[in-house]
């Protein structure tokens, strides 16, 4: 029997250019159970590649900021207004959130802000525990966001919609934003190139790397090992 399955994008399903491995869309078209798509990118981006598979909306966005599962509400959670007072003292402090204009990373989010990578880190902690917020490194974007919001809870708010158990689910990921996820599912695979965080807390980790180690972890699930 086909495990539903909670998988992150950037990362685990595409490329190190961050383009979307091309095998992943048959996989997650014909899976034969709820496919949970969880990530930290902008509520819209799960949202259309959701669409664009042609599969049911079910996602997890921002972190666990925005859980949707189609037909159901959609439930936003977290604190957007002090996200974006951490980006404006963090710019008053002369920084920089880090991306080209216009800024297409933040346009859409509902409930937390997200600074590229190459900008300091040390001052926006500061400014974020200022706020009674935390910083989260996705390996592709420093996310600011409340501290009591994460993906694993919000895989428990779909499991809850689909009357399934969060056991149930297998989750597939690269980072520490994954973390959660890892715990609250039954199973949990982590992709070659995860961070230090996600490797410790995955129940198995794959040989492979990005969208090819989501394959090798797609065969682990229909029965395969994996390291």
């Known amino acids: 029997m086909t495990p539903p399955l909670a998988v992150d994008i950037d990362g685990t399903l595409t490329g190190p250019d961050r383009g979307l491995d091309p095998r992943v869309m048959p996989v997650l078209q014909e899976w034969d159970a709820p496919v949970v798509v969880a990530t930290g990118k902008a509520f819209p ?43 404006e003292e963090y710019e008053a402090a002369g ?4 991306w080209d204009e216009p800024d297409f990373v933040n346009r859409w ?22 706020h009674g917020l935390e910083v ?16 694993g809870k919000g895989l428990k708010a779909v499991a809850r919609t689909l009357d399934l158990d969060p056991e149930d689910f297998v989750a597939v990921g690269d980072s520490e934003n994954d973390v959660a996820t890892f715990e609250t599912a039954g199973r949990s695979i982590a992709v070659a190139n995860a961070d230090e965080r996600a490797l410790a807390a995955a ?7 990005y969208g090819a180690g989501f394959l090798e972890a797609v065969e682990a699930i229909r029965g395969e090992d994996v390291r």
């Open 45 to 87: 981006y799960p949202v259309a590649l959701c669409e664009f598979l042609a599969i049911p909306i079910t996602v997890i966005a921002e972190n666990g900021g925005v859980v949707a599962v189609a037909g159901e509400e959609i439930v936003f959670t977290g604190d957007p207004e002090g996200a974006w007072a951490v980006a």
């Open 136 to 151: 989260v490194d996705t390996g592709f974007a420093y996310h600011v966001k409340t501290p009591d919001v994460d993906k």
């Open 203 to 209: 129940d198995e980790v794959t040989d492979d790397s």
């Open 95 to 98: 920084y920089d959130l880090g």
């Open 109 to 130: 989010r509902e409930t937390e802000i997200a600074v590229a990578l190459d900008q300091p880190l040390d001052p926006l902690e500061r400014i974020a525990a200022d």
